[in-house]
């Protein structure tokens, strides 16, 4: 199956840009958000070098941001680059539980494989196989308590796209 990241910035845009006046951007080397502000009257979503993976993952930590978050560059978290200690990475892994159980129901209803990131490649070498059970439960979560609210309609927007079974359950997520 084709995954075009075209195509994911014109379902985001279609989806979203009038009821939140936020754009999904094609970026360079790091992905980023930046709220809208005196020179960019919209709000962007900057994935890494047009991956589609990296452009799922960004949205994913879009759709868990509160309206406060969506008011600050990056949403107003802390980010150490890659080459983290152990301290630091399982800071990292704590964060990244929520939005990486959410690009894994993207994954799914788009029907790409996931790969759950530690995104540490110079760093501590983390224990990946707790970290992608960490995710997996969150992810039995949301498929029983449900994602949330625009994790969940860009899901569907994606599982309509993608021919995809809607809505997910857990038999769609293999460990």
Not at 5 to 14: A, S
Not at 122 to 139: C, H, I, L, P, W
Not at 144 to 171: C, D, H, M, N
Request: charged letters at 20%; proline letters at 5%.
């Amino acid at each position: 199956m084709q995954h075009d990241y075209q195509d994911l910035i014109t379902l985001f845009n279609q989806t979203f840009l009038h009821s939140y006046n936020t754009r999904l951007i094609k970026g360079g080397h790091e992905p980023l958000y930046l709220p809208a502000h005196e020179h960019c009257n919209y709000h962007q979503i900057i994935f890494a070098h047009g991956y589609y993976a990296s452009a799922l993952h960004e949205i994913a930590h879009w759709c868990i941001a509160g309206e406060k978050r969506r008011l600050l560059e990056d949403f107003g978290y802390w980010y150490e680059p890659d080459g983290r200690n152990e301290q630091q990475q399982k800071a990292f892994e704590q964060v990244e539980i929520k939005p990486q159980a959410i690009e894994w129901g993207f994954c799914v209803a788009a029907q790409k494989k996931f790969n759950v990131s530690a995104d540490n490649l110079n760093g501590y070498e983390a224990d990946t196989v707790s970290f992608k059970k960490a995710v997996y439960q969150q992810v039995l979560i949301y498929v029983e308590q449900g994602f949330p609210p625009r994790a969940e309609q860009f899901i569907k927007v994606l599982a309509e796209f993608y021919q995809s079974p809607y809505p997910l359950t857990k038999e769609q997520f293999l460990l």
